[in-house]
């Protein structure tokens, strides 16, 4: 069973692993999306992650995953739950944007469309979808803690922000008597992905483990997605080829496989383990379609791995 940590700086509980919804009501249908919602909360989850954006990808799918997490909500009471929902992302096919896709009227109606397909009065935690840096943190952190002050979240964070940038803003927050950034969520694994980090709007983000000090520093947990790149340390590298295939992550592959052989563990469940950490809380989002999946991840919950190893997993070839 998975237990509770408390969010700094909030009175949120949440379960150790984050339910992801991207793919749920489209690539997964609405029945085996109930039936992992259920076995999530009967493992001890109460972390549900949502965005505005999601399913825009598959036509006619926008706010499905909003609408699911609505459809939960009826079964099982509001109060049982940990909703965070995510608004201020940037444009993509089937999904138009202004140019700039975070100003405070952007970020406060994307959050009363996803509650109004949620069909609450608020989420627990609403984070800014992406970053742009063409306009200054003090604006951005004063319009998502407006939606705090307004009743509609408890609390914000920050999705595929740069350290620096979310450290700033908290300093911008403390200052002024704000709500600050409490949660990072941004892409992490032991894989490499296909991208780097580069200083432009909207831009993916890479959490690294030498910036969790950093982030200790600024009172955030680190809620990465992606944690499992995509299954690709769980079945032998053949998923999320396209994304995290590269001469490092074969390197870490082996590492991992052979590390999992001498432990007696999943080589999935020992990757997602290598995120855990105990300065600050680390509370991966699973993308899972499958409960197999969800329950390799609750077994890495059990493995301890000692910095040495975890160093050793992640040098460079």
């Known amino acids: ?161 740069s350290v620096t940038r979310l450290a700033e803003a908290n300093a911008f927050a403390d200052k002024h008597g704000l709500p600050r950034f409490v949660a990072l969520q941004n892409q992490w694994a032991l894989a490499e992905p296909s991208w780097a980090d580069r200083e432009a709007p909207g831009v993916l983000r890479v959490t690294r483990r030498n910036e969790l000090e950093a982030l200790k520093e600024a009172g955030v947990a680190v809620i990465p997605w992606g944690p499992n790149a995509n299954g690709f340390f769980a079945s032998h590298g053949e998923k999320g080829a396209q994304t995290y295939d590269s001469p490092d992550s074969q390197a870490r592959l082996a590492r991992v496989e052979a590390m999992a052989a001498a432990e007696g563990v999943k080589p999935g469940s020992l990757a997602l383990a290598y995120l855990l950490d105990d300065r600050l809380p680390v509370i991966p989002i699973l993308g899972s379609t499958r409960a197999e999946t969800l329950q390799e991840a609750i077994e890495a919950l059990s493995i301890s791995l000692t910095e040495q190893e975890k160093a050793a997993l992640e040098a460079p070839l």
């Open 1 to 161: 069973m998975m237990r509770k940590v408390q969010l700094s700086g909030t009175n949120l509980h949440v379960s150790t692993l984050c339910l992801g919804t991207a793919d749920l009501g489209s690539k997964v249908d609405d029945a085996t999306a109930h039936a992992l919602f259920d076995w999530f909360l009967a493992a001890g989850g109460n972390f549900i992650d949502s965005a505005h954006c999601y399913s825009a990808w598959v036509p006619g799918k926008l706010g499905v995953s909003d609408r699911l997490v609505g459809e939960l909500i009826v079964r099982v009471g509001r109060e049982s739950l940990v909703i965070a929902g995510k608004g201020g992302h940037i444009g993509y096919e089937g999904y138009p944007r202004p140019e700039f896709f975070l100003t405070p009227e952007t970020i406060e109606r994307d959050l009363i469309e996803s509650l109004d397909r949620m069909k609450t009065d608020y989420v627990d935690l609403y984070y800014l979808h992406r970053d742009d840096p063409r306009l200054p943190v003090s604006e951005l952190i004063a319009s998502a803690g407006e939606q705090v002050l307004k009743g509609r979240a408890k609390a914000i964070g920050a999705s595929n922000w």
